[in-house]
């Protein structure tokens, strides 16, 4: 049977079946020491109410699921609470979904630098809170309205631009195609604070290779 030691519930696994609430009880009870919790279901349980009972059940928390959506004109305003709410509750890093074309565009060499443009703004602010800006690159597929980020290495060139302060989250369900994903990883070394297995989210520390 796998260590559950080093793994964290992300908790759009079981979006339609537990609230928070059950999330964090359910990692509790079965052992998982950590929880990735996504803002809306923060936002359900209230900010304040979900740290406290993260913290009360002895749970880290992996990341906090998800900033970016650079394409969007609320964008930086709601980065910057996303921010605030990750350090809240102790998330050593956001993730970030950076965000697809904007209404009728075609630009995409044009929403990858707006992508890193705004996380230049916002930067400062996570620096400050200890929160890691984790870049996601999603499948291709997904490159018109999710992410313009598609592969590992786009998203390490940008974190190696941005600098301290800036990593990368994969997810194996949307860089298992990705040719050169080896020696991007490779690269990446400790721009690495979150690798997603199929739902759930190694914890800090975790390695490709280590963890599944």
């Given at each position: 049977m796998a260590d559950p030691g080093r793994l964290s519930l992300n908790t759009i696994t079981v979006r339609e079946q537990w609230s928070l609430a059950q999330c964090i009880e359910g990692c509790a009870r079965h052992g998982i020491p950590a929880i990735g919790p996504w803002r809306d279901k923060l936002a359900e349980m209230?900010?304040?109410?979900?740290?406290?009972?993260?913290?009360d059940a002895g749970l880290k928390v992996s990341g906090l699921c998800r900033g970016g959506m650079f394409h969007l004109p609320d964008a930086i305003e709601d980065n910057r609470r996303a921010i605030d709410e990750a350090a809240a509750?102790?998330?050593?890093?956001?993730v970030m979904v950076c965000g697809g074309l904007p209404a009728g565009s075609k630009d995409l060499a044009g929403a990858r630098r707006r992508?890193?443009?705004?996380?230049?703004?916002i930067l400062p602010q996570a620096r400050a809170a200890g929160v890691t800006i984790a870049l996601e690159p999603l499948h291709p597929m997904t490159c018109a309205d999710r992410s313009v980020l598609?592969?590992?290495a786009q998203a390490l060139a940008m974190a190696e631009r941005l600098g301290e302060g800036v990593g990368?989250?994969?997810d194996v369900y949307h860089i298992w195609w990705d040719p050169?994903?080896?020696d991007s990883v490779q690269r990446a070394d400790r721009r690495l604070p979150c690798l997603r297995l199929a739902g759930a989210d190694a914890g800090p520390g975790a390695r490709p290779g280590h963890d599944g």
């Open positions: 209230g900010l304040a109410a979900a740290a406290r009972q993260i913290r509750i102790g998330a050593p890093c956001l992508v890193e443009d705004g996380v230049a703004e598609s592969t590992t990368l989250a994969l050169d994903l080896a």
